[in-house]
């Protein structure tokens, strides 16, 4: 059973940096991607960067040049944030996809169906 465990989420100011890590474990997949999410309460979860499997990652528009996600022998992908902005304030949740039967590229990705409980993010101007 896949277990993604976040950490990292705290308080920052304006134009500052946070880094989230998620500890994955239980993954066992060729092809797959790993990404981030956020969501503020009462809109829908929406995808802020993924991974793939050949290391290619895709950025929300809003947060390219900001943000860099990374992985580490599946076990732990990370999300670097920089320049932080008071509308990056958010639950931040990392998430797997499913095994994928063949390569499919970063931005591309879909089916996630296994995910964190979440670390929350809130930036103060």
């Known amino acids: 059973q896949v277990q993604l465990v976040e950490s990292g989420g705290g308080s920052a100011q304006a134009g500052g940096t946070l880094k989230l890590s998620c500890r994955v474990s239980?993954?066992?997949?060729?092809?797959?991607?790993l990404g981030w999410f956020r969501q503020v309460p009462g809109q829908e979860r929406v995808r802020v960067a993924a991974?793939?499997?050949?290391?290619?990652t895709f950025y929300a528009p809003n947060v390219t040049g900001r943000f860099t996600i990374s992985q580490r022998d599946k076990n732990f992908v990370d999300l670097q944030m920089n320049s932080l902005r008071p509308d990056d304030s958010a639950m931040y949740y990392c998430?797997?996809?499913?095994?994928?039967?063949?390569?499919?590229?970063?931005?591309?990705?879909?089916?996630?169906?296994?995910w964190g409980q979440g670390t929350q993010v809130t930036v103060f101007s």
């Open positions: 998430a797997a996809t499913r095994p994928y039967v063949t390569y499919v590229r970063a931005e591309y990705c879909s089916e996630f169906n296994a």
């Open positions: 239980g993954y066992s997949a060729t092809d797959y991607c």
């Open positions: 991974v793939d499997s050949r290391d290619i």
